[in-house]
Structures are given as structure tokens and as C-alpha cells.
């Protein structure tokens, strides 16, 4: 299994662009990169996934270099709601995860 | 459309008892995952269905973990006897088929376990 290096925490005012990179030096050939959002006594949420380059959705972009050895996960004016744990994952996604701390996004007022 | 549901939602129970927990899973999704995180710690992949096979157990802790997945829809998990170290959440996930959807794993909101 592909390990993930993750920030423990981070913090944001609300209104700005939150950047968390996630380094994944082991990825394998098939793995794909996926994020999701953890809010207290809830289950992990699918976010964004991607394989190679940069992908954009309604919510998030993920940004991946050539190498795939890293990625970015960029949310856009992030607000209060936005505060939660926030995890990098790599695999196929038809098999198991592995999760890492995650990272722990406080959005300040 | 409904998403994974857990029941029940917590459980506690004494050491020594006996505690099933179900998963139902999205309609039409041959894969189910079982994770749990423990103390506070990481969270920890359990096994893997696909349809009513178990593709991958690794995670199972000891043999006092059974998972079954009946007719390929819902999945129970049973742990026989609890222990004070079983306490913790846990979630299950499903995703559709491989080749047919995009492999995103759901998961539910994950049922929370206290063994006292």
C-alpha cells in the first residue's frame, strides 16, 4: 500500500484559497489519488480523485505533477464549514485505502 | 438516491457480549468495504467484498471478527466475544463495479462501538 505524508493542521481564514499537499512517493502505475472530508461523527466524504494532471470539480481542484509523486488539493474562498479533516489517499480505488492522520483544517472567522 | 446506511448508530455493551453490526450499502454496488478506527488512531482497513466474496480479509484483527455479506447486498459484521479493544467506529463503504463506474468508495456515517 502507497503511504501518504500529510500536514497535521492547518489554518485559514475564511475568503482565502487553501492549498494541502499530500506526498506519496510509492505510488504504483494503476493508483489513483483521492481526497476526502471528514466532519466530526460523520464518515469520510468523496471529494475529488484524479490520475494524472490537474482536475476540477464544483468544489475542489487537484493538482498532480508528472511524477505523481505528490498532489495538491486546492479549495477555493474556503468558509467555516469548510473546518474539518481533510485525507489524501492512494490506491485503486476498487481496493482498500489507507488512511493517513489527515489533515486538520480550522477556518477562522 | 439513498447512501450507505449503518445501524445501529452506536452500541454499547459489556466484554464478553456479543454485538452485529449491518451495513447497507448503495443499490447496485457489487463492492463493500469494512474500516474501523480505534482509540482515536488511524483509520483501518477491515475486508473487502465483492458481491457475497470477500476479496480481501487482511484487516481482519482475529477470528473473532466474522463479516458475511448475504446474497451480495447487505453485510453484517459480528464480533464474538467483545473486547475492551474493539471499541471504536466503525464504517462501511461500497463502490460500484470497477468497469463500470468510477470506483468512488461512499462511505456511512459509521456506527460507534463502547465495550465496557
Known amino acids: 500500500l502507497a503511504k501518504t505524508t500529510q500536514p497535521i493542521s492547518m489554518d485559514s481564514y475564511e475568503g482565502q484559497e487553501v492549498n494541502i499537499t499530500c506526498s506519496h512517493n510509492?505510488?504504483?502505475?494503476?493508483?489513483?489519488i483521492t481526497w476526502y472530508q471528514q466532519f466530526p461523527s460523520q464518515g469520510p466524504r468523496f471529494i475529488i480523485q484524479?490520475?494524472?494532471t490537474k482536475v476540477t470539480n464544483e468544489v475542489a481542484s487537484l493538482f498532480i505533477p508528472a511524477d505523481r509523486k505528490s498532489s495538491t488539493l486546492s479549495l477555493p474562498r474556503v468558509s467555516l464549514s469548510d473546518t474539518a479533516v481533510y485525507y489524501c489517499?492512494?490506491?485503486?480505488?476498487?481496493?482498500?485505502?489507507?488512511f493517513g492522520t489527515g489533515t486538520s483544517l480550522t477556518v477562522i472567522p | 438516491e439513498a447512501g450507505v446506511t449503518q445501524f445501529p448508530s452506536h452500541s454499547v455493551i459489556e466484554k464478553g457480549q456479543t454485538v452485529t453490526l449491518r451495513c447497507d450499502p448503495i443499490?447496485?454496488?457489487?463492492?463493500l468495504y469494512w474500516y474501523r478506527r480505534v482509540m482515536g488512531k488511524e483509520i483501518k482497513f477491515l475486508l473487502h467484498?465483492?458481491?457475497?466474496?470477500?476479496?480481501?480479509e487482511s484487516g481482519m484483527p482475529n477470528n473473532r471478527f466474522l463479516a458475511e455479506r448475504t446474497g451480495g447486498t447487505y453485510s453484517t459484521l459480528k464480533v464474538q466475544p467483545a473486547e475492551l479493544e474493539d471499541s471504536g467506529v466503525y464504517f462501511c463503504?461500497?463502490?460500484?463495479?470497477?468497469?463500470?463506474?468510477?470506483?468512488?468508495?461512499?462511505f456511512g456515517a459509521g456506527t460507534r462501538l463502547s465495550v465496557l
Open positions: 463503504a461500497s463502490s460500484p463495479d470497477q468497469w463500470l463506474g468510477e470506483g468512488i468508495q461512499y
Open positions: 510509492n505510488i504504483a502505475t494503476n493508483d489513483y
Open positions: 484524479g490520475y494524472k
Open positions: 489517499l492512494v490506491g485503486h480505488p476498487s481496493n482498500q485505502f489507507y
Open positions: 443499490s447496485g454496488h457489487d463492492n
Open positions: 467484498f465483492v458481491k457475497e466474496s470477500k476479496q480481501d
